[in-house]
């Protein structure tokens, strides 16, 4: 039997992460990239897909001099493909690469993510259609796209980026919030169909983090105390702290964990 710590390796393993090039995609990235696998970012901004691609060999080349054998300045094992999540085409296009390039998909996150405020009388059908054709669409579309090749595979982790907002609510985000509990339905749906296909799909559930989505809150000092109050840490959670949960999402260590719905948010949908 492996031990628990092999139970968390990524070696030979590649990931798949849809908006990986900023906030908590290119926080579940890197940590990822640490346990060994091989990252590739989807999204649609090749320039900041450059940046993210950087990062990551940065982890590669510190694992290497470190003795861990993981990596070097330039190692191939992070690479970008750009991608249109709302693209049907796009999606298809991108995995293809991946496959030709990677040889495999064993892991997909999903934290492409928009989020258009305001009250219901201000916002437009517009405005609703296309937080769900990114939230959802988008994620749906992956998903489908990659389902096929981790099914040749014998091995697949889906993870969906769903929120606080998938179990609770406030004003002015009924576009957000629904495509959230949308997310939330996705994933159990989805883990019931290929759960005996050993692929697993859970989603993380985050609660308030530090991310340009979320700049007009942590700009407006009256909004950001109204939320920090909402949460029983008292803070906000930084970036490094999703990169424990998708791990174990990600790895053989979640191999009975299918279906489940993880909240990430300092105790706040407890209440």
């Known amino acids: 039997m492996e031990s628990i710590l092999d139970l968390f390796s990524l070696a030979g393993r590649v990931a798949l992460v849809v908006g990986g090039n900023r906030g908590l995609g290119l926080a579940m990235a890197k940590a990822l990239a640490e346990a060994g696998a091989t990252i590739v970012i989807a999204a ?65 996150i999903n934290s492409a ?10 916002l437009s059908p517009e405005d609703f259609n296309k937080v769900q054709q990114v939230n959802v669409t988008g994620s749906w579309l992956a998903a489908r796209a990659v389902v096929p090749v981790m099914k040749a595979n014998g091995y697949g982790r889906i993870i969906n980026i769903a929120s606080a907002l998938s179990l609770i609510a406030i004003p002015e985000r009924t576009p957000y919030c629904t495509s959230k509990g949308a997310i939330l339905q996705l994933t159990r749906s989805l883990a019931v169909e290929l759960a005996r296909d050993s692929i697993n799909v859970n989603a993380i559930l985050p609660g308030p983090f530090a991310t340009d989505m979320n700049l007009p809150l942590l700009e407006d000092p009256a909004k950001y105390q109204a939320f920090v109050s909402k949460v029983p840490m008292g803070r906000w959670g930084e970036l490094h702290e999703i990169g424990g949960i998708a791990l174990y999402l990600a790895s053989p260590a979640s191999s009975y964990t299918t279906g489940a719905c993880i909240s990430v948010d300092g105790g706040w949908v407890s209440q």
């Open 44 to 108: 649609r901004d090749k320039g900041k897909n450059k940046e993210a691609e950087e990062a990551i060999g940065g982890i590669y080349a510190a694992a290497g001099a470190a003795g861990l054998g993981r990596g070097v300045p330039g190692d191939s094992r992070c690479f970008s493909v750009a991608c249109d999540v709302c693209d049907a085409a796009s999606v298809a296009s991108a995995v293809s690469q991946v496959v030709a390039q990677a040889g495999r998909i064993d892991i997909l």
């Open 113 to 122: 993510g928009i989020n258009i405020r305001g009250s219901i009388e201000q």
